[in-house]
């Protein structure tokens, strides 16, 4: 019988897991406050979709760089200088709150330098606890980490709801600085990983940019993982809804309050599904779990826009959530599975990008469109056209809808036509 705890027992995997989850919960606590403070500052949906757009051009310039660094560096020095520079961010989004502000732009600088820090540590992360985690137990080891990461997006936007309602801005900021504090305090007991070199030809005039691009190309060669992590980027490019909750939560005239419990409604459904993926993983039928999972996101964000409460608003929120993180345990056990150890950090960096791409740009995409249709009308278009996505790529990656996760291997095949 499977020992569904197995992760927990490897001391670095538990450590680093630990210290996510701190830095999840500082990182939604700061994006509920900042939404919150721009929003309350300006009342346009641009200037929200500003706060993804200023984070996702250095995060995404930055990360195969960044993917490189973790495959040939100490990846725990890259952690611990990565979360103290998010920590420096969140300490310089405390000392703004406290000086007042007539314009977002001195928060957009900060929140480009997070997207930095942020760009150092996703492949940094990932690389460390992959390459740690034995094959056997991948699945579960995607499913606690997305466990993980839930609960932290679940408390963050509540914790930074009521700080913000109960005792202002500064103090919100100050609460992000604690979790990020803890985090760093984590990163420090893990054990060092050697620097190494990736291959032979250091010494060959173009190698540096033939390692920076070989993630990108072990991607290309592999059609599963590019269909899996495109269906997801166009997906949440149009379905997102997270950037412009400030205004649902001011039509629903809920406040603070009520912005940090949409905000941890998504994470909630996610979490529910997150723990059942970790105690009974989608081995069977994978594929077709995959393109359900995110057509009923795309149909339950539809359901968000249409929804006259506040509650049934929230419950299509989880509900929408908990679909998501169908794709997501799957998306991350392919990768584990078909990623050789010297390729995890790049490999985790072209993942960062369509994630990042997902989630800021997406975030920009839409405030872009609520400034132009209105907050409902948009989210009604970006939900349909993610289950357009569905069919699409059902159609065109069948090997996809036929994907079980027993049978994935590293080796190469064509790229999608």
């Not at 009974?280 to 409460?309: E, I, N, Q």
């Not at 959530?321 to 169908?326: L, S």
Request: net charge positive.
């Amino acid at each position: 019988m499977t020992d569904r705890y197995a992760v927990f027992r490897l001391p670095d995997v538990r450590r680093a897991l630990v210290s996510k989850f701190f830095l999840t919960l500082g990182i939604q606590m700061q994006r509920v406050v900042v939404g919150w403070q721009v929003f309350q500052l300006t009342h346009d949906p641009l200037a929200l979709g500003m706060i993804g757009l200023a984070e996702a051009l250095p995060y995404i310039a930055c990360l195969l760089w960044a993917g490189h660094q973790a495959d040939r560096r100490d990846q725990r020095r890259l952690i611990l200088l990565a979360e103290s520079g998010l920590l420096a961010c969140a300490v310089a989004l405390w000392a703004l709150a406290r000086t007042p502000l007539t314009t977002p732009a001195p928060l957009y600088l900060v929140l480009a330098l997070t997207g930095v820090c942020r760009s150092i540590l996703w492949p940094a992360t990932t690389a460390y606890v992959d390459a740690t985690v034995p094959k056997a137990i991948y699945v579960q080891a995607a499913g606690w980490n997305s466990t993980q990461w839930q609960v932290g997006a679940i408390l963050g936007p509540l914790v930074g709801g009521w700080l913000y309602a109960a005792h202002g801005v500064a103090w919100a900021y100050a609460g992000v600085a604690g979790w990020l504090a803890l985090a760093v305090c984590c990163a420090r007991r893990l054990t060092p990983r050697p620097s190494r070199k990736i291959d032979a030809c250091a010494s060959v005039p173009f190698s540096e940019w033939a390692e920076l691009l070989e993630g990108v190309r072990f991607v290309l060669a592999r059609q599963v993982i590019l269909a899996a992590l495109a269906l997801d980027l166009f997906a949440v490019l149009f379905g997102g809804v997270s950037a412009i909750l400030p205004i649902f939560a001011e039509r629903f005239q809920v406040g603070a309050v009520g912005l940090g419990a949409l905000n941890a409604a998504l994470p909630a459904g996610a979490l529910a599904m997150a723990l059942y993926q970790a105690h009974r993983p989608l081995f069977h039928r994978t594929g077709l779990a995959l393109f359900a999972g995110v057509a009923l996101f795309g149909a339950f964000t539809v359901g968000f826009a249409l929804s006259p409460w506040f509650w049934l608003a929230a419950c299509c929120l989880a509900a929408a959530g908990a679909a998501d993180n169908i794709s997501v345990v799957i998306r991350a056990s392919i990768l584990q599975a078909m990623t050789p150890n010297h390729l995890r950090g790049r490999v985790s960096a072209v993942n960062g990008f369509f994630i990042g791409s997902s989630n800021e740009i997406g975030a920009f995409e839409s405030g872009v469109a609520a400034k132009l249709l209105g907050a409902v009308p948009s989210v009604i278009v970006g939900g349909c056209l993610t289950l357009v996505c569905v069919a699409v790529t059902a159609w065109r990656a069948p090997f996809l809808r036929r994907l079980m996760l027993h049978d994935v291997d590293s080796a190469p095949s064509p790229p999608v036509l």
